[in-house]
C-alpha cells in the first residue's frame, strides 16, 4: 500500500477527510493567503502581510511535501489529479509567493521559485488543457491563472533585477495567458454565476491577476531597459485598464449572484473565492501606481478589507468544517 494512502487510513475520521482534500484546498489556500500578503504590503500593513506570508509559507511546505509524496508513492492518483484544472494551483500559488518574495528583496529564492513554477508548467498546462470540456466549472480559468502569475512574478524580477530577457518573457505569457482566458471562456458554464461553489469567481480573478501582470509589465520598464517604445507602451496601458475594468465588471455580477443565490454553507472551493477577490485589489493599487491613477487606491485599499473580512470567514469555515466534517468537506465531495 502506498505510503500516503496508508498514513491518511490510519488518521481520525476529521483529519482523514481534510488529508484526502489537501492538495485541492492548499493550492487554493496559499493562492489566497500569499495575494493578501501582496495586498497587505502595498497598503503598508506589513506586519500582517508577514503574518498571511508566513501561513501561506507553511501551507505552500504542505502543499509542495505532498505533490512530491503522491509522485513518488501514489503515482496512480497523482497522475489523475494532474489531469484536473486544481492542480494548475501549484503553479500559481508558487508564483504568488514568489512575488511576495520579490518585494521583500529575496531575488535569490524569488527566482528559485520561479523556475520550479515554469518546471511544473507545461507539462501540467497541457494535460489540464487535453481534458478541457464544454460546460466547466470556474477552475477551467486556472489555466490563464497559471499562466498570468508566471507573467507576474518574471515581470516582478525584471523590474528589480534590471533584465530586459525576464521582461520580454514575462510579456510573452501575458498574451498566453490572455488566449487561455479566451479559450477558457467559451468552456465555462455560464450556470455556475448562481449554483457555484466558489470556484466561479476565478472567472474575474483571472481578468485580475491579467490586470496585475500588465501592470507589473508597465512598471518593469526603465531608462536601463526601455523595453517598451511609445506603441507597446500605449497597447499595454489600454489593454491593461480594459482588464482591470472587465475584472471590477465580473466582481459586481458575481457579488450580485451571491446576494441574488446565497450559498452560504462552506465549501473548500470558497478558496478560490477569496483569491480572486485579493487579486482584484491588488490589480487595483498595482494599476493606480504603474499608471499614476491614484484615485484608485481608495477603492483597491476598500477592496483590500473586504478581502480579510471574506479570508477571515472561510478560515472560520474551514475550522469548522475539521471539527465537524459532516458539514464541510463532506457535503463538498458528494456534490460533484
Known amino acids: 500500500m502506498p505510503a500516503t494512502t496508508s498514513t491518511a487510513t490510519n488518521l481520525p475520521s476529521p483529519l482523514r477527510t481534510w488529508w484526502s482534500q489537501r492538495p485541492l484546498t492548499a493550492g487554493a489556500a496559499v493562492m489566497a493567503t500569499g495575494i493578501l500578503s501582496v495586498a497587505l504590503h502595498q497598503t503598508n500593513h506589513e506586519t500582517l502581510s508577514r503574518i498571511a506570508l508566513t501561513l501561506a509559507g507553511a501551507a505552500w511546505l504542505a502543499l509542495a511535501g505532498d505533490f512530491v509524496a503522491r509522485l513518488l508513492w501514489d503515482r496512480t492518483r497523482w497522475t489523475k489529479e494532474a489531469a484536473t484544472p486544481a492542480a494548475l494551483t501549484a503553479i500559481a500559488a508558487t508564483t504568488v509567493l514568489g ?3 520579490a518585494t521583500l528583496g529575496w531575488e535569490t529564492l524569488a527566482k528559485a521559485l520561479l523556475a520550479l513554477a515554469a518546471l511544473l508548467w507545461p507539462g501540467l498546462l497541457i494535460t489540464v488543457v487535453r481534458h478541457w470540456h464544454h ?14 502569475g508566471l507573467a507576474v512574478l518574471a515581470a516582478t524580477l525584471a523590474a528589480t533585477e534590471t533584465s530586459a530577457w525576464l521582461a520580454h518573457t514575462a510579456l510573452a505569457f501575458f498574451w498566453l ?3 487561455l482566458y479566451a479559450v477558457a471562456l467559451t468552456r465555462f458554464d455560464l450556470r455556475e454565476v ?52 472587465l475584472d471590477l465588471a465580473w466582481y459586481a455580477v458575481l457579488l450580485i449572484a451571491e446576494i441574488a443565490w446565497p450559498r452560504p454553507r462552506y465549501d473548500v472551493r470558497r478558496w478560490a473565492t477569496v483569491f480572486p477577490m485579493g487579486m482584484t485589489a491588488a490589480a487595483t493599487l498595482s494599476v493606480a501606481t ?32 475539521y471539527t465537524r466534517p459532516s458539514s464541510g468537506e463532506v457535503t463538498s465531495t458528494k456534490r460533484r
Open 99 to 101: 512575488t511576495r518574495f
Open 135 to 148: 460546460r466547466m466549472p470556474g477552475a477551467v480559468f486556472l489555466g490563464c491563472v497559471a499562466t498570468q
Open 177 to 179: 495567458g490572455l488566449l
Open 194 to 245: 448562481a449554483h457555484g461553489a466558489g470556484d466561479h469567481w476565478v472567472a474575474g480573478g483571472a481578468l485580475a491577476i491579467s490586470a496585475l501582470a500588465g501592470s507589473k509589465l508597465i512598471a518593469a520598464d526603465s531608462a536601463d531597459l526601455y523595453l517598451w517604445n511609445d506603441d507597446d507602451s500605449g497597447v499595454l496601458r489600454s489593454v491593461t485598464v480594459a482588464l482591470l475594468v
Open 290 to 321: 504603474a499608471l499614476d491613477i491614484p484615485w484608485l487606491e481608495t477603492p483597491g485599499d476598500a477592496l483590500l478589507w473586504i478581502t480579510v473580512a471574506a479570508w477571515l470567514a472561510v478560515t472560520a469555515g474551514a475550522v469548522s468544517a
